[in-house]
């Protein structure tokens, strides 16, 4: 069966990028040819290019403003590693700027069934066009719809009345709603009107080896060692608290990802590329514990059997932590601000911390039978 998957854009993010690449290569396990439909943002109209360049200009005046004005034009040499991964481990379409291009994309291919997410594919202000998630563009093709771990990011509704009405009458078309946290189940039901389930992110569907195989025996390492840090949003307190873990532990920080942000000084373009996917990927095969505030660094806490500790980053969405640590009994690893007062207890409770795969075996094996179902050429 040709199945398109319609997930975020991908190149800036590693979760967003390994989930695409879990996905698609289960979906090859099981039979399919998958594809993911690269939908990218509406490009600007000519005025507001001018007005956003100017309101950066002000900004960089105003000593508010610290990356170059027009930071956009170093992104290929920012995104060449993952660019490069994505071009020889994901089969993906050619780039689609609106929903016109996506519907005569549809038309042309012919696809047998089309899949939603992982990721926050539903969350309005992630999404180049929410319609599009909910499969606007289809209108009335004869065509399997599938909502695949897609998540809301967030336990509130962040959609308009219209976005809602709109929304809910798409998603009444689809043959399967699957979500990532326990808490869409109730926003589908509420605002959707329709029934959903809940199943893995697609990166959870994939066992160690294949991890393993991926990152290549060259990056690997014979002993764990150190403490890995991914922090999407870093901040003092938590380069504090890796530094707290690390005198408590003995052992050494490090982390695998650009060095600076667009809120950072810009002393030169490397110190904002993105390192290769596999090297980012062995730095938590190969660590000792890890310390993240990202959903798929938690994830892959998990896959590789790392002691960890968690903060939730309330802004990007929390949901996503606490339904997956909960149903894996681990909801003492997300930190707490209260823990940071006795160190050596958090030292400890890390070094002694079990994690036990059972938890979320029954839960793998209902996410897949999902897939499996949801693809089968019944209505």
């Not at 959870?204 to 393993?212: R, S």
């Amino acid at each position: 069966m040709k199945v398109s998957i319609l997930t975020q854009p991908l190149g800036s993010n590693y979760g967003g990028i390994m989930q695409a690449w879990a996905l698609q290569k289960v979906l090859k396990c099981l039979g399919h040819e998958p594809i993911i439909i690269d939908r990218q943002p509406d490009p600007p109209v000519v005025s507001y290019k001018i007005a956003r360049l100017a309101y950066r200009a002000l900004l960089k005046a105003r000593g508010r403003r610290k990356a170059p004005v027009n930071f956009e034009k170093y992104f290929p040499i920012i995104f060449q590693q993952t660019r490069s991964f994505i071009f020889n481990h994901i089969v993906i379409s050619e780039p689609l700027y609106s929903t016109r291009q996506l519907k005569d994309h549809f038309d042309r291919k012919k696809y047998d069934a089309v899949i939603v997410g992982s990721d926050q594919t539903w969350r309005p202000k992630y999404s180049p066009n929410i319609y599009n998630y909910f499969l606007d563009f289809l209108e009335d093709k004869n065509i399997i719809r599938i909502a695949y771990a897609s998540s809301f990011g967030v336990d509130d509704w962040e959609f308009t009345d219209e976005q809602t009405q709109t929304c809910a009458e798409l998603a009444g078309k689809f043959k399967a709603v699957s979500v990532r946290e326990d808490s869409g189940i109730r926003l589908c039901r509420r605002y959707l009107k329709v029934n959903a389930v809940h199943v893995l992110d697609p990166t959870l569907l994939i066992e160690k080896k294949d991890y393993i195989e991926l990152i290549g025996k060259e990056r690997l390492k014979k002993d764990y060692d150190g403490i890995f840090t991914y922090f999407l949003d870093k901040t003092l307190e938590k380069l504090q608290i890796a530094k707290i873990l690390s005198e408590e532990l003995g052992e050494p920080v490090y982390s695998c990802q650009s060095s600076y942000s667009l809120n950072a000084d810009f002393p030169d373009i490397d110190g904002y590329i993105m390192p290769d996917v596999r090297d980012w990927l062995s730095g938590f095969a190969n660590a000792k514990f890890v310390l993240t505030d990202s959903f798929h660094g938690m994830v892959l806490s998990l896959i590789f059997g790392k002691p960890f500790f968690v903060m939730k980053n309330k802004a990007r969405g929390a949901a996503r932590f606490t339904s997956l640590l909960t149903a894996c009994g681990l909801e003492r690893q997300i930190l707490d601000e209260s823990q940071l007062d006795n160190p050596s207890n958090l030292a400890r409770a890390l070094m002694n911390l079990s994690l036990n795969d059972s938890a979320f075996f029954a839960i793998r094996e209902n996410s897949r039978r999902f897939l499996m179902e949801s693809l089968s050429q019944s209505f």
